[in-house]
């Protein structure tokens, strides 16, 4: 049907409210039958969990369009092709759990999984304080065999992690101790080295509340460090993320952002006008599904009402940063971790580099840093070479000179969305999934439950079945 006359002249009100309220200039002709997309759901974000969600509406019947902020899918994906010898590296999402969804979901896309174990072989390991660049005497990575036994046995008591954040009333005390306590409540220091290991991104773990650290590091990961986990052959989990975009040729558009959004309460659809590289376009949705991170950003131009905003922007994030770097004089087969030469559990100083250790790709080390709140991206340039110049008091010739230069560097910042301790107690996390439906919007996305590809997929499939009964 075409759009009427009154409804044309909707949009224009629409149009010009929003001319005079921000003053850049749209010119677009809003009544031109090409700038309107009408779909059952518009999804906002295309990393990780909207193009699952993606696929799960469209096995349902559904008719969506992926609004992405950037020019590719795939969010945290990030797979590295190397010019010289056109190899790939996973830069970003690397293992996945051996979980029957996760195989199918590879498996529609063609995209084989193979068996990985955690961490890349080194023939040397350093560890270092990066603080000083100087090797930290005596350190020796301790066996976690047995703090893990008694962490496991804690984590049991809460299966509810694993699902969600369907915390009872009230929230167990030890989940909100800062980690650092609850590490000492269950002499867990000799685990400290491999939880952090796993767990980039988390900024200063060890005053993170226990419940956030136990959502990433779960039971199942436990199991893969035991078992091990799948990953592609050739280190290119993006495969995955190409085969997704030819699929979904027509119904993406990038490099967009909500401008403006009017939602309603009851049946019918929500307006979003888009700015896009070709122009404005008006999106109408039935149902709206946010995946991206719950920045205030990314809710500019919604007409989020006062429960919405009160709950939405409380999150506060954590900046996590990855890169190659060729030519350092570090030999392909020396990782080199960064550990507090006097700190609790030798937790790494933040900001600062994790580790550094093989790509797969001869001449190219991996590079992961991590800071508490988001940074400069400059900024965290500027201190991983320097950083990196620092070891050469590991004794290690590095021949990193001023001019270093860093390949592939991905600022993965806003990371790990938190809320405080106090807030969690006060029943944060019930009000937040509250909050699914109302209004015809529906959320996903780790800052829902955890930054864990397939544990997440399984959430978001939650969320899809609910939207497709109401
Ligand atoms: C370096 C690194 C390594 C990791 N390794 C693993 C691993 O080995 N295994 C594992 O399971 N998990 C891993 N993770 C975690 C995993 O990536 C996350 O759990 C997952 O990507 C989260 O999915 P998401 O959909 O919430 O976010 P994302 O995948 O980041 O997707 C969000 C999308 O929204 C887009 N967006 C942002 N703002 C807007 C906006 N305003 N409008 C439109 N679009 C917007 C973004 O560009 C992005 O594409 C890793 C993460 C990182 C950073
Ligand atoms: C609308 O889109 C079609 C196909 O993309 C194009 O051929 C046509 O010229 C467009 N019309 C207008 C008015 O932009
Ligand atoms: C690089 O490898 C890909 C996939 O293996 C292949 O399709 C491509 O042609 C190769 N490119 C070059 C320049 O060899
Ligand atoms: C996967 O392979 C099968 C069989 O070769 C083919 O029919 C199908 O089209 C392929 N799917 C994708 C997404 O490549």
């Given at each position: 049907?075409?759009?009427?006359?009154?409804?044309?002249?909707?949009?224009?009100?629409?149009?010009?409210?929003?001319?005079?309220?921000?003053?850049?200039?749209?010119?677009?002709?809003?009544?031109?039958?090409?700038?309107?997309?009408?779909?059952?759901?518009?999804?906002?974000?295309?990393?990780?969990?909207?193009?699952?969600?993606?696929?799960?509406?469209?096995?349902?019947?559904?008719?969506?369009?992926?609004?992405?902020?950037?020019?590719?899918?795939?969010?945290?994906?990030?797979?590295?092709?190397?010019?010289?010898?056109?190899?790939?590296?996973?830069?970003g999402v690397m293992l996945l759990h051996d979980l029957p969804h996760v195989k199918s979901y590879f498996s529609r896309f063609n995209v084989s999984l193979v068996p990985r174990t955690a961490f890349s072989p080194h023939a040397r390991i350093i560890y270092a304080d990066f603080r000083t660049g100087e090797v930290v005497k005596d350190f020796k990575p301790p066996n976690p065999k047995e703090a893990f036994e008694r962490y496991e046995a804690v984590l049991q008591k809460y299966p509810y992690l694993l699902k969600g954040y369907y915390l009872p009333d009230p929230v167990p005390d030890e989940l909100l101790m800062p980690f650092g306590e609850f590490v000492e409540k269950y002499q867990l220091q000799d685990a400290i080295f491999t939880i952090t290991r796993s767990n980039h991104g988390m900024g200063n773990m060890i005053n993170q509340p226990a419940l956030y650290v136990m959502k990433l590091f779960s039971q199942l990961i436990l199991k893969g460090l035991r078992t091990g986990f799948l990953s592609t052959k050739n280190n290119n989990i993006g495969e995955l993320y190409e085969k997704a975009t030819e699929d979904l040729k027509g119904d993406v558009l990038f490099d967009s952002r909500v401008v403006k959004m009017d939602r309603v309460e009851q049946n019918g659809y929500a307006e979003v006008l888009v700015h896009t590289p070709e122009g404005t376009?008006?999106?109408?949705?039935?149902?709206?599904?946010?995946?991206?991170?719950?920045?205030?950003?990314?809710?500019?131009?919604?007409?989020?009402?006062?429960?919405?905003?009160?709950?939405?922007?409380?999150?506060?994030?954590?900046?996590?940063?990855?890169?190659?770097?060729?030519?350092?004089?570090i030999p392909d087969d020396t990782g080199i971790f960064n550990v507090g030469s006097d700190t609790f559990a030798n937790f790494p100083v933040m900001p600062a580099i994790y580790r550094v250790t093989t790509s797969g790709i001869p001449g190219l080390m991996d590079v992961k840093f991590g800071s508490e709140t988001p940074m400069d991206e400059a900024d965290v340039k500027r201190q991983i070479l320097k950083s990196l110049q620092r070891l050469k008091k590991t004794g290690l010739k590095t021949s990193l000179g001023e001019g270093g230069v860093l390949e592939g560097f991905k600022s993965h910042a806003p990371f790990e969305m938190t809320v405080g301790i106090e807030s969690i107690a006060d029943g944060f996390y019930r009000k937040l999934y509250g909050l699914q439906g109302r209004r015809n919007t529906y959320y996903t996305g780790a800052a829902w439950h955890v930054h864990d590809s397939g544990r997440l997929w399984s959430f978001t499939e939650g969320v899809v079945q609910r939207m497709l009964k109401q």
């Open positions: 049907m075409h759009l009427s006359s009154h409804a044309c002249l909707n949009y224009l009100t629409f149009f010009l409210t929003i001319a005079l309220t921000i003053s850049t200039s749209i010119s677009i002709d809003i009544c031109s039958p090409n700038s309107t997309i009408t779909r059952d759901v518009l999804i906002i974000g295309g990393g990780s969990s909207g193009v699952y969600a993606s696929f799960q509406l469209r096995d349902a019947g559904k008719s969506i369009l992926i609004l992405e902020a950037t020019s590719r899918l795939g969010g945290h994906t990030e797979t590295y092709r190397d010019p010289i010898t056109n190899l790939t590296a996973d830069l376009r008006l999106v109408r949705a039935k149902k709206i599904l946010f995946t991206a991170p719950p920045t205030r950003e990314n809710f500019r131009g919604w007409d989020l009402d006062k429960t919405e905003s009160k709950l939405l922007y409380q999150f506060r994030a954590k900046g996590y940063y990855t890169t190659l770097i060729r030519n350092t004089g």
